[in-house]
């Protein structure tokens, strides 16, 4: 019978669990058992775990590692993930906003992806983007704790943004989780 520890080489160097990416006790997504108080806090709280495991997926690699793409023809990396979620976090403001919408951060359609090339300097720069964007959309947010409220020039609920951005993170984290794995081989929560 197979077991995980008889391939080694594919799991992590996590000591007390070998199967998983992180020790539970050192995982900076756990929350010492404490569930957040209401539906926006517990919205928040997977949100902020989604973006740790992006970011723990994108760990230790280099420029050429994070572009490389998954399976012809497919353009998605980690980088490129990265970069998509920066351009998401643009948007999702546009959808509260009754202004103009905010230009696009790498140009024309797919460019998040197909512009994800093996560069230090482009790494740097998704990575800052990404950074920026969410906290510009997470103040943007914050000025309204009123899940039901309405937003926008669709009148958007502030609740279906925030389901829909925690949903965004989950889907992209297990592209990341298969990315990753064909990198270097490791996997895990």
């Given amino acids: 019978m197979w077991h995980m520890s008889d391939q080694p080489a594919r799991w992590s160097q996590a000591t007390v669990y070998p199967d998983m990416w ?3 006790d050192n995982d900076p997504r ?12 517990t919205l928040e709280d997977f949100l902020t775990g989604y973006r740790l495991t992006l970011r723990m997926k994108c760990e230790g690699l280099d420029a050429e590692q994070l572009a490389r793409r998954s399976v012809p023809p497919s ?18 403001r546009n959808w509260i906003s009754d ?4 230009p696009k ?20 720069a998704a990575y800052a983007d990404l950074e920026r964007e969410q906290a510009a ?3 943007a947010l914050a000025e309204h704790p ?18 829909h951005r925690v949903e965004e993170y989950a889907r992209h984290c297990g592209h990341a989780d298969l990315l990753r794995e064909c990198v270097d081989g490791r996997v895990g929560q």
């Fill in 30 to 41: 756990n929350n010492n058992g404490t569930s957040p108080d209401g539906e926006l806090a």
């Fill in 75 to 92: 353009t998605m990396s980690l980088l490129g993930l990265l970069r998509h979620l920066a351009e998401a976090e643009r948007d999702w």
């Fill in 137 to 139: 959309t997470d103040a």
């Fill in 22 to 24: 992180a020790d539970p």
């Fill in 146 to 163: 009123d899940m039901g409220e309405r937003l926008g020039k669709d009148r958007t609920a502030v609740r279906e943004l925030m389901v």
């Fill in 105 to 124: 951060l790498y140009g024309v359609r797919d460019a998040d992806f197909d512009g994800a090339v093996a560069d230090q300097a482009l790494v740097d």
């Fill in 99 to 102: 202004g103009d919408p905010l």
